[in-house]
């Protein structure tokens, strides 16, 4: 059975969740638009989204320019990063929001025992993997080039890769959030087999990679309670 969030609570949830991002990341209120601080009467609720929106994007911002610089050195040419609408989801409704067969990197965390995913789509994990190949063995044959379907040989040479980019975005989150990484896994289909994160509700953000040898989309999948424990 299904059941509706008031349209007021929904809300108070975004509200609360910007603040939650506000504290986590610092983000500066001096950076809001002088048009959102000089801001005053009946238009207040104006105001209020502005300075939302700015929080968001300063979050969005930082996590693109840290995985810019590390998709700098295997990407050929110019390529942009962009993130899509977030999502928070249960556990449960994670599963079933997974894209299906494709490139799923899980981290867990020492201290604080949660999962992180780092996931990416067929065509962004077999283009990465390609290139990563040209780079170190160019003579060589490719075979991740016209793969039928998403194959594990993908992570022997992205492997390395991955985890680089994955502990470059937890160094964002300040260093009381104790953000360690116990062990990894690289699977090719989301299955969470850790009884004690089924109550965890997941913050979905999806990115966009747009270059001439290697685009599609990834998502950077992290439980909600760490925008909460500061």
């Not at 000089?38 to 994007?57: R, V």
Request: with cysteine; aromatic share 12%; net charge negative.
């Amino acid at each position: 059975m299904s059941s509706q969030v008031p349209e007021k609570e929904n809300y108070y949830s975004e509200e609360i969740y910007q603040h939650m991002i506000e504290e986590v990341f610092n983000f500066n209120k001096d950076e809001i638009t002088p048009e959102s601080k000089n801001f005053l009467g009946a238009g207040f609720s104006n105001q209020i989204q502005l300075e939302t929106k700015s929080i968001d994007n300063f979050f969005s911002q930082r996590l693109i320019n840290t995985i810019t610089a590390q998709f700098q050195s295997i990407l050929p040419g110019a390529f942009r990063i962009t993130t899509n609408p977030k999502q928070c989801l249960s556990c449960a409704n994670l599963q079933s929001w997974s894209p299906g067969r494709s490139y799923y990197s899980l981290f867990e965390m020492k201290y604080t025992k949660s999962v992180w995913v780092f996931h990416l789509s067929r065509s962004v994990g077999e283009g990465l993997a390609s290139l990563v190949h040209q780079r170190n063995a160019p003579g060589k044959s490719n075979a991740f080039i016209g793969l039928r379907e998403a194959d594990s040989l993908i992570y022997l040479e992205i492997g390395e890769l991955l985890r680089g980019v994955f502990n470059s975005i937890i160094e964002l989150w300040p260093e009381s959030e104790k953000l360690k990484v116990s062990r990894f896994r690289h699977i090719l289909q989301l299955v969470f087999l850790n009884d004690s994160i089924q109550e965890d509700e997941y913050v979905i953000i999806p990115f966009q990679l747009d270059n001439r040898e290697c685009s599609g989309e990834f998502h950077l999948v992290f439980p909600q309670r760490h925008l909460l424990s500061i």
